[in-house]
Nanobody
Framework: QVQLVESGGGLVQTEGSLRLSCAAS????????VGWFRQAPGKEREFVAA????????NYADSVKGRFTISRDNGRNTVYLQMNSLKPEDTGIYYC????????????????WGQGTQVTVSS
């Protein structure tokens, strides 16, 4: 069983930066694909970034490509999302997820979820 706890959210101005962390419990965490999703008020949850555990390859939503970076430290059982050049449209609750499906852009392929952390970008 894997449990995920996000942290690092907050209020930041446009063009600012934040680094989200996702601490995982569970001895098998290193063999899971990991992803970040977000949900803005009144909108559906959307894919942000993901990393395959096998190759370490990454995948990003077009809206964040070049600004966000996903990384993981298996020794610390932690996944990070470095967010730079933040925009007001990045505002939302950010969720960390872990799964073994290959459709890493789909929330359906992630079975473990954190409780989310709020990110608010002011204009």
């Amino acid at each position: 069983q894997v449990q995920l706890v996000e942290s690092g959210g907050g209020l930041v101005q446009t063009e600012g930066s934040l680094r989200l962390s996702c601490a995982a419990s569970g001895r098998t965490f290193s063999s899971y694909n990991v992803g970040w999703f977000r949900q803005a008020p009144g909108k559906e949850r959307e894919f942000v970034a993901a990393m395959l555990w096998t190759t370490g390859s990454t995948n990003y939503a077009d809206s964040v490509k070049g600004r966000f970076t996903i990384s993981r430290d298996n020794g610390r059982n932690t996944v990070y999302l470095q967010m730079n050049s933040l925009k007001p449209e990045d505002t939302g609750i950010y969720y960390c997820a872990a799964g073994r499906g290959l459709r890493v852009r789909s929330a359906d392929d992630f079975v473990h979820w954190g409780q989310g952390t709020q990110v608010t970008v002011s204009s």
